[in-house]
Antibody, heavy 123, light 109 residues
Framework: EVQLVESGGGLVKPGGSLRLSCAAS????????MSWVRQAPGKGLEWVGR??????????DYAAPVKGRFTISRDDSKNTLYLQMNSLKTEDTAVYYC??????????????WGQGTLVTVSS | SYVLTQPPSVSVAPGKTARITCGGN??????VHWYQQKPGQAPVLVIYYDSDRPSGIPERFSGSNSGNTATLTISRVEAGDEADYYC????????????FGGGTKLTVL
């Protein structure tokens, strides 16, 4: 059974940093392309960024609002995905979901989701 | 940036058919995925590649995509279908590789 478990959320001041983790199990993590999706309180879903598998280059892509501030990385030895968030803004307040697809390819659906972790940016 | 437009809300009586639309420029040339999200829960994939259903999703859920509109159809609606529904496409030219619609709240009367 595929499981994605996020952790690391919390309250942080504007301009601060936070690192989220996503522990994966039930599938071959090293082959997977992983994404982060966020949802501001009472709002819709927003894709944040993606990292490919190392065999596919391990490259990352980011949504414009977070590019240059957020960094996605992975540790395949620990089956863990990370989201390093710097220079946080109040508008980054959201539940952050870790998600992946059954097929590692562009344009595929997000078949599996974690339960999410809440990040609150406030002074 | 590619934009997907969904109606904020759709209401339907139990046993009837609900249709949730997702509008986008020439969306028929793209593959559309649909997600269901109940309060306090993570999204669940209900339709992928326009009209395919993941295992475990009832046959009452179906999808279509043509022209400028994709549609999620839920037949014989049940109280348990009440949720927010989001469409999604991949657009490599957008500032978001994956674009979501704004979501539609389905209310079962």
């Amino acid at each position: 059974e595929v499981q994605l478990v996020e952790s690391g959320g919390g309250l942080v001041k504007p301009g601060g940093s936070l690192r989220l983790s996503c522990a994966a199990s039930g599938f071959t993590f090293s082959n997977a392309w992983m994404s982060w999706v966020r949802q501001a309180p009472g709002k819709g879903l927003e894709w944040v960024g993606r990292i490919k598998s190392k065999t596919d280059g391990g490259t990352t892509d980011y949504a414009a609002p977070v590019k240059g501030r957020f960094t996605i990385s992975r540790d395949d030895s620990k089956n863990t995905l990370y989201l390093q968030m710097n220079s946080l803004k109040t508008e980054d307040t959201a539940v952050y979901y870790c998600t992946t697809s059954s097929i590692a390819a562009a344009g595929t659906s997000f078949d599996y989701w974690g339960q999410g972790t809440l990040v609150t940016v406030s002074s | 940036s590619y934009v997907l437009t969904q109606p904020p809300s759709v209401s339907v009586a139990p046993g009837k058919t609900a249709r949730i639309t997702c509008g986008g420029n020439n969306i028929g040339s793209k593959s559309v995925h649909w997600y269901q999200q109940k309060p306090g829960q993570a999204p669940v994939l209900v339709i992928y590649y326009d009209s395919d259903r993941p295992s475990g999703i009832p046959e009452r859920f179906s999808g279509s995509n043509s022209g400028n509109t994709a549609t999620l159809t839920i037949s014989r609606v049940e109280a348990g279908d009440e949720a927010d529904y989001y469409c999604q496409v991949w657009d490599s030219s957008s500032d978001h590789l994956w674009v979501f619609g704004g979501g539609t709240k389905l209310t079962v009367l």
